[in-house]
Nanobody, 125 residues
């Protein structure tokens, strides 16, 4: 069955870095766009970044600090997060979009067909 498993979260000081991984199984990663979302306590889930299949075109809401990448051979999508701030604290989810490309509505959660269980990222001194 389709599975998405996030890892790499944890506690980090402001200004630090983390790399999240999303391990995919049960489907051919090459054919899907993958989106990272996050949800902070008391807030709505928001799109963080999306990467399309084939051309790896991507969208990112946290410009200049977060970078998304994918390794289809390893069935993994990564989210490199640098210069982390306390407001980045949230549960981070990876999600499969049943499209090749992210598109203009890349952060539309209703367009997602599978979600991972999430990984907690806490930025605090």
């Amino acid at each position: 069955q389709v599975q998405l498993v996030e890892s790499g979260g944890g506690l980090v000081q402001p200004g630090g870095s983390l790399r999240l991984s999303c391990a995919a199984s049960g489907f051919t990663l090459d054919y899907y766009a993958i989106t990272w979302f996050r949800q902070a306590p008391g807030k709505e889930r928001e799109g963080v970044s999306c990467i399309s299949s084939y051309d790896n075109s991507n969208a990112v809401s946290v410009k200049g600090r977060f970078t998304i990448s994918r390794d289809n051979a390893r069935y993994t999508v990564y989210l490199q997060m640098n210069s982390l701030k306390p407001e980045d604290t949230a549960v981070y989810y990876c999600a499969r979009k049943p499209r090749l490309r992210c598109g203009l509505s890349w952060d539309d959660a209703t367009a997602i067909d599978y979600w991972g269980q999430g990984t907690q990222v806490t930025v605090s001194s």
